[in-house]
């Protein structure tokens, strides 16, 4: 075992030994970092969230994520907030706190919300706005039709128009009245939705500004009115901004799952992995490596689409290639061949990378052959798979990035055992839920 997976064993169970027996002085509190405790209110909303994806997940669970959620967004505000900017092209920070406060909040107290709306005599928040929606798009245009040239954004004269552009005045239960401007509105979107506000798309800034109103209603109430006490308040806005934070963290250490991701960090540690590793993984892992080396395959040509879709129809009624290759043989453009194997290095790799997809026993649907007006089924009657090569770029572009991954999980591992001893995290499970 690796002297930093020991270590953060060892961490590990001296804070488990730390809590045994914990009892903390007042009932409601489940967990303490760094002294602040944790309430049993506050891991309910997060609790209510997590039953959405998982009806099983324990209260001991989510609370045990939520104290790590926490210390890795410190994580990442101490050490690596400063290299990332703000978000060019999904919503900015404050909104994406926004918009997940509201979604916990909504599900959390679904009833309490709908209740709120009925004492008022209210079917929707949107009960709150005085009169329609102020959304000229004629008026609009000046405001927001982007500069040539440059990306989606507001210059600071259209700026300055829009901030004093009122799209909506609202006032919720015992509050007073709001007003919503086009600036906020925009700033709230993504950069999908801000294209459309400059394609000056009215029905768009309207649901837009529907969404912000019924998410201002909930916030509203979870400020004002929410049965939680003001520093369990503080501690769920915190939490939904340590959330934020410890995705940006994993992506910082290259752990992040995104496929859209330019995982730099991963691609630096894999180009680090001795080859002596790459092999051991290699011998241990060879089923892992598998590929298909040749495979035997009838084919049948045909002349277009349609006769294609027909043909592939009665294939998969159980009817043979060749039989039914030799009921349409006197059409033009029907040419079949007989099971032949196709192997890598043939000439046609289209063709065999095409057979190669298709299981053993199989036919395959319908395909264009590449440059051509002709389509082309394959019936592939036998598999040959071998392995690839312990010394090819495949096995270690593969290898070398599940071996890092691994190496960036240790650290990530370490690193939170440390925090969580650092932080002094106590954890009153007999007070959970």
Request: aromatic share 8%.
């Amino acid at each position: 075992m690796r002297a930093p997976r020991r270590r953060a064993l060892a961490l590990a169970a001296l804070l488990m030994v730390a809590l045994a027996g914990a009892t903390p002085r007042n009932p409601a509190v489940v967990a303490e970092v760094d002294g602040a405790a944790l309430t049993r209110p506050v891991l309910a909303v997060f609790l209510a969230s997590a039953r959405v994806h998982d009806q099983r997940v324990t209260a001991h669970r989510v609370l045990a994520d939520l104290v790590d959620i926490h210390l890795m967004g410190a994580w990442y505000r101490e050490k690596h907030a400063v290299d990332h900017g703000p978000a060019r092209v999904g919503y900015d920070r404050a909104t994406r706190a926004d918009r997940d406060t509201a979604a916990l909040i909504r599900v959390a107290y679904r009833g309490a919300l709908a209740a709120a709306l009925n004492a008022h005599g209210w079917d929707s928040p949107l009960d709150a706005v005085a009169g329609p929606w102020h959304l000229d798009t004629d008026k609009l245009a000046p405001i927001l039709t982007a500069d040539s040239g440059l990306r989606l954004a507001l210059n600071e004269r259209q700026r300055a128009a829009a901030r004093r552009w009122v799209v909506a005045r609202y006032r919720f239960p015992g509050g007073e009245e709001r007003r919503l401007t086009l600036a906020r509105l925009y700033d709230a979107q993504n950069i999908a939705l801000k294209t459309r506000f400059h394609n000056l798309d009215g029905a768009a800034m309207a649901d837009a500004a529907g969404a912000w109103v019924r998410r201002a209603f909930v916030l509203d109430w979870f400020e004002r009115r929410s049965p939680l006490e003001p520093a369990e308040r503080d501690w769920i806005r915190q939490l939904v901004l340590d959330r934020l934070d410890q995705r940006a963290l994993l992506r910082a250490l290259g752990l992040s799952d995104d496929p859209h991701d330019d995982n730099s960090r991963l691609r630096e540690v894999a180009e680090t992995i001795p080859d002596k590793d790459v092999r051991r993984y290699y011998q241990l892992h060879r089923e892992h490596f598998r590929r298909v080396e040749k495979v035997r395959a009838a084919r049948l040509y045909l002349p277009d689409q349609a006769l294609a879709d027909r043909v592939h129809q009665r294939l998969q009624g159980g009817e043979p290639l060749a039989e039914v290759a030799r009921r349409h043989a006197d059409r033009p453009g029907v040419s079949y061949q007989a099971p032949a194997w196709l192997q890598r290095g043939d000439p046609e790799a289209w063709l065999t990378g095409f057979a190669f997809t298709v299981e053993e026993g199989a036919v395959s649907p319908p395909a264009r052959v590449p440059g051509e007006a002709r389509w082309v089924i394959v019936a592939v009657d036998r598999r040959r798979e071998g392995f690839q090569a312990a010394d090819s770029e495949a096995v270690r572009y593969q290898a070398s990035r599940v071996l890092a991954r691994e190496r960036l999980r240790e650290r990530l591992r370490t690193g939170l055992a440390r925090r969580q001893a650092a932080a002094r995290v106590r954890f009153y499970l007999e007070a959970s839920p």
